[in-house]
């Protein structure tokens, strides 16, 4: 269990970061993204606690990306990383 400290840490962190973060629940939805993110993909905060991860990816990495999260869900593997496109609000793809 993190101490408030910690806690503290790990928000001012994930906030000032200068990459794109976001944390989502088990249904893929934001539940909080940073401000870095926000930029990448040119959705407000608000409009991106609206969605969910796999509505902005690429159509062509959809099924991709949920073989991963399907993985972890079953607990095949115990995290992963990937690079993927988004598909920013404007309609603009980026990589992240």
Same mark, same amino acid.
């Given at each position: 269990? =993190?101490? &408030?400290?910690?806690? !503290?840490s #790990?928000?001012s /962190?994930? +906030?000032?970061? +200068?990459?794109?973060? +976001?944390?989502? @629940?088990? !249904?893929?939805?934001?539940?909080?993204? !940073? @401000?870095? #993110?926000?930029?990448?993909?040119?959705?407000?905060?608000?409009?991106?606690?609206?969605? @969910?991860?796999?509505?902005?990816?690429? &159509? @062509?990495?959809? $099924? %991709?990306? /949920?073989? #991963?999260? !399907? =993985?972890?869900?079953?607990?095949q593997?115990? +995290?992963?990383?990937? $690079?993927? &496109?988004?598909?920013k609000?404007?309609? $603009?793809?980026? %990589? /992240?």
């Amino acid at each position: 269990m =993190q101490t &408030p400290c910690e806690l !503290n840490s #790990f928000m001012s /962190a994930f +906030a000032h970061a +200068a990459v794109g973060m +976001a944390i989502t @629940d088990l !249904n893929g939805r934001f539940v909080g993204v !940073n @401000d870095a #993110f926000c930029r990448i993909t040119g959705y407000s905060c608000a409009e991106l606690r609206s969605l @969910d991860f796999l509505s902005i990816t690429h &159509p @062509d990495y959809r $099924e %991709w990306h /949920a073989k #991963f999260i !399907n =993985q972890l869900m079953e607990r095949q593997v115990p +995290a992963f990383v990937l $690079e993927k &496109p988004y598909v920013k609000k404007s309609g $603009e793809l980026v %990589w /992240a």
